[in-house]
């Protein structure tokens, strides 16, 4: 086994705190990393917090991961020692169902293996711990390459923030003459800001906060809706398709409104109870959908689209010692636009 140190919830009431826990052995197509930076998702706080009810603990948490790979397997011919690697929210999957196939493995139909709380494909006794640590074993083809032109730290949120939101707006084909909401700027809005923008359509965020207005501008918003003020909302009309990501319960019925005839609203962000809908949505053949982050094909597809077109995320580099901190200000809609934590200081307190 493989030793590894790095910051655990115990329950879903307890803070992160320091722990020292064990890895899988590596096998021949497996890479060891030694992990620089871990981006917070939302999704790893409704996993501490057991908000979707069915986690397990305790847990380290952290799917937005990059290391520096310092031993491989054998047979591992894509990776060689010191190069960067990502990891995201599969780390392996059957590789023989349609949706494996397809690379599709997020959609596997054994059961795609986590990043954390799941139970090991190559050693059922372990349960998979995420990236708030110092190291990771990963199956080489579950690993992603860094386009060497970025700041890994801005890189670490694009393998989870980044393709839950390329993958949808690729699905649905956004690109020039389409009009596009977004709704949320949090870590996967922001991201989706980027992309529908470098994609050339006219794109909008829809938030709660004003003070993000002018942010909202320089990361590709056309324009700004407050989406507490009503009168403001009834003016949202004609969209193509909107992309949801806010991480709590909320109405999406004025986004189902702002659709024109046939235009989509998806679905990504994960709240921990039921939304509602008005059955009004059938008088114009409107369309509700969800997506679920993407196969690690269109991962590396979009990591190399980043590189070519210069795209990191907007974050906030933190200590680990500040993660509780972080995420209380995550729950309240205060990153700018994503904390990453700088890994060195698990080490180095
Ligand atoms: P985040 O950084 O916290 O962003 C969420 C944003 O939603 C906030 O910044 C805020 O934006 C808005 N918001 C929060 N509470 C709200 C409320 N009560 N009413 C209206 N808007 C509210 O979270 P994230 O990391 O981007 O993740 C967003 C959600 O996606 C989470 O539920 C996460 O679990 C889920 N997720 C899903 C996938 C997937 O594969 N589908 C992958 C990753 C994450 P404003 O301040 O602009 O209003
Ligand atoms: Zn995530
Ligand atoms: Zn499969």
Not at 49 to 69: A, D, L, Q, T
Not at 116 to 138: F, H, L, M, P, W
Request: aromatic share 8%; hydrophobic share 35%; charged share 20%.
């Amino acid at each position: 086994m493989i030793q590894s140190k790095g910051y655990s919830a115990s329950a879903a009431t307890s803070p992160l705190a320091p722990i020292d826990f064990e890895r899988r052995d590596p096998g021949k197509s497996d890479l060891v990393l030694e992990l620089l930076y871990c981006g917070v998702c939302h999704s790893d706080i409704h996993y501490a917090r057991n908000e979707w009810g069915h986690s397990r603990f305790p847990v380290v948490p952290g799917h937005e991961i990059i290391g520096r790979v310092t031993q491989i397997g054998d047979q591992v011919s894509n990776f060689k020692i010191g190069d960067l690697a990502g990891v995201g929210c599969v780390i392996d999957s059957c590789r023989t169902c349609p949706p494996c196939e397809d690379h599709e493995e997020h959609y596997c139909e054994k059961g795609v293996t986590m990043n954390y709380g799941s139970k090991e494909r190559k050693d059922s006794k372990v349960i998979s711990q995420g990236g708030y640590s110092t190291n990771y074993v990963v199956d080489s083809d579950y690993a992603l390459h860094i386009p060497s032109t970025l700041n890994p730290e801005g890189v670490a949120p694009l393998l989870c923030a980044g393709i839950t939101t390329w993958s949808p707006l690729r699905h649905w084909n956004v690109g020039p003459g389409m009009k596009v909401g977004v709704v949320g700027l949090g870590g996967l809005g922001h991201m989706g800001l980027k992309f529908a923008h470098a994609f050339g359509a006219e794109v909008t965020l829809f938030t709660t906060s004003a003070a993000k207005a002018d942010d909202a501008k320089s990361l590709g918003a056309d324009k700004v809706i407050i989406s507490t003020d009503p009168e403001a909302m009834k003016s949202a009309h004609g969209f193509d398709f909107i992309l949801d990501t806010v991480s709590a319960v909320h109405d999406i019925n004025p986004y189902l409104s702002a659709l024109k005839r046939s235009g989509t609203l998806c679905l990504v962000g994960l709240p921990e109870q039921q939304l509602a809908f008005k059955s009004s949505l059938v008088l114009r053949n409107k369309v509700i959908s969800g997506s679920f982050i993407g196969g690690i094909k269109e991962t590396q597809e979009m990591l190399d689209y980043c590189g070519e077109h210069n795209i990191t995320a907007d974050i906030e580099l933190i200590n680990i010692a500040d993660i509780n901190e972080a995420f209380d200000r995550v729950v309240k809609s205060d990153v700018k636009y994503r904390f990453v934590i700088d890994l060195a200081t698990i080490k180095t307190g």
